[in-house]
């Protein structure tokens, strides 16, 4: 069965730091990779994705994220943190081509600070 | 592009009492899904639509939930009667069939059972 962890329920950074939300994903057939952000009373938004070829993925709002299969993570990825990135963010996995449906992390709290 | 719509965005009721959500998926997409997404945890599959069949329902506790997307379009789920745990967020998602491509979410229904 699939499966998801992010670790670190919560994270803080200054605003400028090096952001990084960790993703740890278990699944027995490829898998299809997914961070999704999700604002105050919003639904979910796609930031980036990995489904095959290259292992990094650029999303949206300058984050990346990187595959690795020998580690079986998705780590996402900012160089700097800017006050508007203050969100929820969410790992998930699909069984590829499957079309299953998504399944998520828990979630990531990143609060931003000046 | 029209996004995911979902009515009523919030929705107060009693313990069992029944509530109906609505959700009208992107223009096309044959894939529907209905998520659960409780106060801090990541959104859980209910149900998953292909056009007007049901591919997924293993999660959706059928004793008093209960789903449909008639012509393959509009879909709703209703709870009846409702408890207390369901309180919790319901998310709308659709995506198109083909490989690859991303699920779509609605701003969801924000539920609260007194």
């Known amino acids: 069965a699939q499966s998801v962890t992010q670790l670190g329920s919560h994270v803080s950074v200054s605003e400028g730091a090096l952001v990084l939300l960790r993703c740890n994903y278990s699944s027995s057939v490829p898998p299809y990779l997914f961070w999704y952000v999700q604002y105050p009373n919003q639904g979910l938004q796609l930031l980036l994705k990995?489904?095959?070829?290259?292992?990094l993925v650029k999303g949206i709002n300058g984050f990346e994220a990187e595959f690795k299969k020998s580690e079986t993570s998705f780590h996402l990825t900012k160089p700097s943190a800017h006050m508007s990135d203050a969100a929820e963010y969410f790992c998930a996995v699909s069984e590829g081509q499957a079309g299953t449906a998504l399944i998520f992390g828990k979630g990531t709290t990143l609060s931003v600070s000046s | 592009e029209a996004g995911v719509a979902q009515s009523p965005r919030y929705k107060i009721i009693e313990k069992r009492q029944s509530v109906a959500f609505w959700c009208n998926p992107i223009?096309?997409?044959?894939?529907l899904y209905w998520y659960q997404q409780i106060l801090g945890q990541g959104p859980k599959l209910l149900i998953q639509f292909q056009n007007n069949g049901v591919v997924d329902d293993s999660q959706l506790p059928k004793d008093r939930f209960s789903a449909e997307r008639l012509k393959g379009v509009d879909s709703t789920l209703k709870i009846q009667p409702a408890k207390l745990e369901d309180s919790a967020v319901y998310l709308c998602?659709?995506?198109?069939?083909?490989?690859?491509?991303?699920?779509?979410f609605g701003p969801g229904t924000r539920l609260t059972v007194t």
């Open positions: 223009s096309g997409h044959a894939t």
């Open positions: 998602a659709s995506r198109d069939r083909r490989p690859g491509y991303e699920q779509y």
């Open positions: 990995y489904t095959t070829g290259a292992t």
